[in-house]
């Protein structure tokens, strides 16, 4: 970002070009103004999900793939620590894109907001993003394990996603049960909860869980990806020194 200045111009205009698709499909059947801001804020949204995917999940992968697994097996510290690294590095870079997004978003489509608790709202979008971190680090174990596979699932966790997690409306319209399932994904209840507190009003008839479950829930997927991230590490560290495949190029 720092090295080609253009990327900024299109991190952000580009994601708006989706956002500005549903935001014409909601004012063509004449949905409430707040669907709008619905979409800008799943839009802004994406970006995380986007880096979660293709930076955080796949970087042991493509490390493996350049060669330069190696230096982070013989690194004299935790691999827990290398992929924290990562992720703070990658939750800075895409701040700046999603802020983007939703400023730009907010101004030409004049999206009407009306933020309930400010606080509640900053802790919320703090706790999505540890517990959906947390899925990255697990997700760049995994990923490294299945190999060139990784490439694939990342393509399929993309656009499936966005829809089961309700980027782009309220994801209790998919039904309590299709909800529930998706809330694996930390996003999806993130959303949920940030939109209840952007939009109170209008979230009453549509929210999923409460703000308070929601947070509840975070905290929980939070912790077990984390632990569950650790010990997939360990065991990714254990099979490297026993076999030496991990760190084999083409493997």
């Given at each position: ?27 063509a059947i004449g949905a409430p103004p707040e669907f709008t801001g619905f979409v800008v804020l ?149 959303l949920d909860a940030m939109r209840q507190l952007l939009f109170p009003q209008m979230m009453e ?39 030496g495949r991990l760190t084999l190029r083409g493997q």
């Open positions: 970002m720092q090295r080609e200045k253009s990327w900024m111009l299109f991190e952000v205009l580009l994601p708006l070009l989706q956002v500005t698709a549903y935001v014409y499909i909601y004012r799943g839009g802004a949204m994406t970006a995380y999900w986007m880096n979660v995917l293709w930076s955080m999940a796949s970087q042991l992968f493509w490390e493996k793939e350049t060669g330069n697994l190696e230096l982070y097996i013989i690194a004299p510290t935790s691999r827990m620590a290398i992929l924290i690294g990562m992720a703070a590095g990658g939750i800075m870079a895409t701040t700046i894109r999603a802020l983007g997004v939703l400023a730009v978003g907010v101004l030409i489509f004049r999206v009407p907001m009306s933020p309930a608790n400010v606080p509640a709202l900053i802790g919320v979008f703090l706790l999505t993003l540890v517990a959906l971190y947390g899925l990255g680090m697990l997700m760049a174990s995994l990923f490294l394990l299945w190999g060139r596979q990784a490439w694939h699932l990342a393509d399929l966790l993309q656009e499936p996603v966005f829809l089961l997690s309700g980027f782009y409306f309220p994801v209790r319209a998919l039904g309590f049960l299709v909800a529930l399932g998706a809330s694996i994904i930390p996003i999806t209840l993130g008839g549509f929210k999923f869980l409460p703000v308070e479950y929601a947070l509840g829930v975070l905290s929980v997927l939070a912790v077990a990806f984390l632990a569950l991230a650790n010990r997939a590490l360990q065991y990714f560290e254990a099979l490297a020194r026993r076999e």
